[in-house]
């Protein structure tokens, strides 16, 4: 029984055909007056009735709950609903060998014996055991048959389950009528649902930026000069490819928010709806931010790993029999070392503030901060560790945008195509820190309206003016 959302609707048997009706029933749990005075207590009682789990006693007029399963569900429903002063039947298909997993309050019998005597049955099992359902048509008729939302076409059965999840010490919510039920229902075994267009868009990326670097990579020396590196294909192109996703989707979660603002200071008010395009791209930037970490730590574990490999171990060998005929005792260039050096340096500070970034998207830390702190570290963070990526990226391409041998098939190298998003939103986000921009902006931010003011139309007719107030 989930703490919002609990489940009632009028009889109809998943799957034996129409509703033969519901009968005007009202359940009555305890008094308004008993159930405020209980629920001061702890809601388990801390004295077990029987050795087997039972945690409370049931009065003995106690309102009567049918369940229909045995499982996980049906035995928190159970302890939950005795524990809330209700009479419990639970209807199982084998009541000998799972009766002593229920407290020893409920009645644990067969499924045709525990909707006899109740007016709301729970269904408290998989949908598809829901078949069995349809021999007790007969019995379940005129009851009420209460699935997980409260979705009904009857008010009646409606407050007779909202009175019931009160006394249990939830909060019922009306999600409409029945017909809306198979799609509430269905809410709960969507696979990640949010995360369905983040993960098309690294996805498209991926393919994008690998089938990019393949051919400049390894079509352009096969086809040009006729070497074949197709062995990049499963490490090298990859570990090229990743930093490209993680840098351009990092990009893509600040994108948003320089786009609101800019509407926003068009608008001069923050209080117009943004277009849907944008409300939903702001909406997934949390899911944007976790696959750039995850597609940076991965490059990061593959750069690991590239020392490792053969081909590694080849060109090193042959480097050196390189130098040793040509009798060079010292290979060093300076420029290249210190390059290197600050290159590998920026990418563990971006990727050490990115995963600052992801655990603090995790509900057990963001729920340990408040506003401010997960404000600086979402969005003053955020935009460090996208300045420090930019800054590893240009140190990677440091003067090979401008070398022509760089530009193979005519296609520029890659790092250069990962540039264009992030610096837009560096610029923008610079533009936005100029006084001029800044005060409008944080203005507005706190309710501020361009056209704030309030006018008044006065009538034309002049007896109606005489009539109208002067505020």
Excluded at 67 to 74: E, H, K, T, V
Excluded at 277 to 283: E, P
Excluded at 434 to 448: A, D, H, Q, V, Y
Aim: hydrophobic share 45%; net charge positive; charged share 20%.
């Amino acid at each position: 029984m989930a703490d919002e959302a609990s489940g009632a609707q009028d009889f109809s048997t998943p799957g034996c055909g129409e509703s033969p009706g519901m009968k005007d029933r009202t359940l009555h749990p305890p008094s308004a007056t008993q159930v405020s005075g209980e629920m001061d207590k702890p809601l388990i009682s801390c004295r077990l009735v029987d050795s087997d789990g039972s945690l409370a006693e049931t009065p003995s007029e106690a309102p009567k709950v049918g369940i229909l399963g045995s499982g996980d569900f049906a035995r928190s429903l159970v302890t939950r609903l005795v524990g809330s002063g209700f009479s419990v039947v639970v209807g199982s298909r084998n009541p000998k060998r799972t009766a002593g997993l229920f407290p020893s309050a409920a009645q644990v019998t067969f499924q045709a014996e525990a909707v006899d005597s109740p007016d709301v049955i729970f269904v408290a099992m998989f949908r598809e055991h829901y078949s069995s359902l349809c021999g007790l048509s007969d019995q379940l008729a005129g009851k009420i048959l209460v699935d997980v939302p409260i979705c009904s076409d009857h008010p009646e059965a409606k407050r007779a389950v909202s009175e019931m999840v009160q006394a249990m010490g939830f909060m019922p919510v009306d999600m409409g009528s029945l017909v809306s039920a198979r799609e509430v229902e269905a809410m709960p075994l969507r696979l990640l649902p949010g995360w369905k267009v983040p993960a098309l868009l690294a996805l498209g990326l991926f393919i994008f930026f690998y089938i990019y670097n393949f051919v400049r990579d390894v079509l352009q020396p096969y086809v040009r000069d006729g070497k074949s590196k197709f062995y990049k294909l499963p490490v090298s192109v990859v570990n090229t490819t990743l930093p490209c996703v993680a840098y351009v989707l990092l990009s893509l979660v600040y994108l948003p928010g320089v786009l609101a603002a800019a509407l926003q200071l068009h608008r001069g008010t923050k209080y117009r709806r943004f277009p849907d395009w944008l409300d939903h791209w702001l909406q997934h930037r949390k899911q944007i931010g976790l696959l750039s970490f995850f597609c940076a730590a991965l490059h990061a574990l593959y750069s690991f790993c590239l020392p490792l490999g053969r081909v590694n171990r080849y060109e090193v060998v042959n480097l050196a029999i390189k130098q040793v005929l040509a009798n060079k005792s010292h290979l060093w260039i300076e420029e290249e070392v210190w390059r290197m050096e600050i290159y590998l340096s920026l990418g563990v500070l971006a990727l050490g503030t990115l995963s600052q970034l992801a655990v603090t998207s995790l509900p057990s830390i963001a729920n340990s901060l408040n506003w401010r702190e997960f404000s600086f570290v979402q969005s003053t963070l955020g935009f460090v560790a996208l300045v420090l990526s930019t800054l590893h990226t240009l140190t990677y391409g440091w003067t090979r945008a401008f070398e022509d041998s760089h530009y193979k098939f005519y296609l520029p190298p890659t790092f250069t195509l990962t540039l264009l998003v992030p610096c837009v939103v560096i610029l923008a986000k610079g533009l936005f820190l100029l006084p001029c921009f800044r005060r409008k902006l944080s203005r507005i931010r706190r309710g501020w309206e361009k056209d704030g003011g309030v006018k008044f139309a006065l009538p034309v007719d002049h007896t109606l003016a005489q009539k109208t107030s002067h505020v």
